[in-house]
């Protein structure tokens, strides 16, 4: 991969693992242990430059944004993925940043909407 994409990386702490998107627009999510190699946790059903992690004790997540449609995504592993919606039709996901917040159980992310960008949270993914 070119060394200047977009590189999203994620610990997991509850397993001791790095997860991966390895490249901007990818669709492979990996897993890194220390001593061990890379394998491959799932695969998205869309590209994704960037992603985050929830293990809803036991279930995992990967909460991403689509590249082609600017929808969030809830991939769950070794399951559904599942878009996410809005009440605003105009206003779409970038990307660049997603965070979830376990504490009030909501994503955080960069959002467009009419050529303009801000922060948004979604509750209750």
Partial sequence: PDPRSNISAKWDGANSRWLVL???GSTQVR???QGGNMATLDTLSN??????????????????CNNSTGILHDKIIG?????????????NCRGHGIHYDSGSDKLVFIFEQNGMQGVAEYLNP
């Fill in 22 to 24: 390895h490249e901007s």
């Fill in 79 to 91: 399951g559904s993925d599942t878009a996410l919606t809005w009440p605003i039709s105009t206003m």
């Fill in 31 to 33: 897993i890194l242990v």
């Fill in 47 to 64: 590209s994704a430059t960037n992603f985050a992690y929830y293990d809803d004790t036991g279930t995992e997540h990967i909460y991403y």
